[in-house]
């Protein structure tokens, strides 16, 4: 069974720190583009920070760069986001979400759609993690 599972999440004060982690189950992640989104009540769901299967290139939103970074272990399988100076307009569910770097034409594209390049929703997400910014 192909499946992703984020941990991490959790309350904070703003200008705390996060470090949520995906994990792959089903699948190995080599050959998959890896992103994080996140949806807060009320609003679209937004693609924050991708990284590409070869753990070359990056891409953040204006929102969370300089703050938030992505990083990758392929031998365990797993995707982390570490979360710097968080602030109450961080507060969502994040979801990590992969898909076959065959099906992605561009990185940036597929952070900011959450679709691989014919406009399909990527094919694995994770359930969610809940992270709260709140003083």
């Known amino acids: 069974q192909v499946q992703l599972v984020e941990s991490g999440g959790g309350f904070v004060q703003p200008g705390g720190s996060l470090r949520l982690s995906c994990v792959a189950s089903?699948?190995?992640?080599?050959?998959?583009?890896i992103g994080w989104f996140r949806q807060a009540p009320g609003k679209e769901r937004e693609g924050i920070s991708c990284?590409?299967?070869?753990?070359?290139?990056?891409y953040y939103s204006d929102s969370v760069k300089g703050r938030f970074t992505i990083s990758r272990d392929n031998a365990k399988n797993m995707v982390y986001l570490q979360m710097n100076d968080l602030k109450p307009e961080d507060t969502a569910v994040y979801y990590c979400?992969?898909?076959?770097?065959?099906?992605?034409?561009?990185?940036?594209?597929?952070?900011?759609?959450?679709?691989?390049?014919?406009?399909?929703?990527?094919?694995?997400w994770g359930q969610g993690t809940q992270v709260t910014v709140s003083s």
């Open positions: 990284i590409d299967y070869k753990n070359d290139n990056r």
């Open positions: 979400a992969a898909e076959h770097t065959a099906l992605i034409i561009s990185m940036e594209s597929m952070c900011i759609t959450g679709k691989t390049g014919s406009q399909r929703d990527l094919s694995s």
């Open positions: 089903g699948f190995t992640l080599d050959y998959y583009e």
